[in-house]
């Protein structure tokens, strides 16, 4: 179960809160009846306290693990979702997608982002239009499929084509590098579309 370390570590933390504070109102109650001296009182509660420092420090561990295991979980989940949701319809636009799944953009291309890097998806974001597409993008030398730029990629990551900016997403290859490089400009009339595509790698 999800978070189940969470709960359990909330329930040892009052536990021992429960224990502990009975544990201090016996002593309380024994001083003043006569039965312990102040001295043993206060050693009394200081043995609760040091008893009770560890458990609850593990407690504290247990609610902060459960806490990451939620964030995991969320986050796979967030990664199921976003993949289902464009390899179905092929390109979708990152805002409409932040929508559907509740998070920021921003959020969104983060999830983007591990997806690549855990080696689940390929494709491509152009950032004029902002929509992500899920297509292949293979290794070698190829066209930019935003601007028409010839470029180089090697390795596996998130790229940038050097002429239009469009971000590309390759989950296949070499972890070790990571690198596009380009090869040739977009044609004229390619670049004409693109002002700040003009200039060469």
């Not at 609850?56 to 247990?62: D, I, N, Q, S, T």
Request: hydrophobic share 50%; with cysteine.
């Amino acid at each position: 179960m999800v978070g189940a370390s969470r709960l359990v570590g909330r329930l040892v933390i009052l536990a021992v809160l429960i224990v502990g504070l009975g544990a201090i109102a016996w002593l309380v109650v024994a001083w003043s009846a006569g039965d312990l001296t102040g001295t043993a009182a206060v050693l009394g509660a200081v043995l609760v306290a040091v008893a009770a420092v560890p458990v609850v420090a593990g407690g504290v561990y247990m609610v902060s693990l459960g806490r990451a295991e939620e964030a995991a979980h969320d986050e796979a989940k967030a990664t199921r979702e976003l993949l289902n949701i464009v390899n179905t319809q092929g390109k979708v636009r990152l805002a409409e997608m932040a929508a559907e799944m509740g998070l920021p953009v921003a959020a969104v291309r983060e999830v983007v982002r591990e997806a690549v890097g855990l080696g689940l998806f390929s494709g491509y974001y152009n950032a004029n239009e902002g929509v992500l597409y899920a297509r292949e993008a293979a290794e070698g030398v190829q066209p930019c499929p935003n601007c028409g730029g010839t470029i180089e990629i090697a390795g596996r990551g998130v790229f940038q084509c050097p002429y239009c900016g469009t971000e590309l997403f390759h989950s296949q290859g070499d972890d070790a590098a990571h690198e596009i490089r380009g090869v040739a400009p977009p044609s004229d009339d390619a670049a004409a579309d693109w002002p700040g595509a003009a200039g060469g790698a």
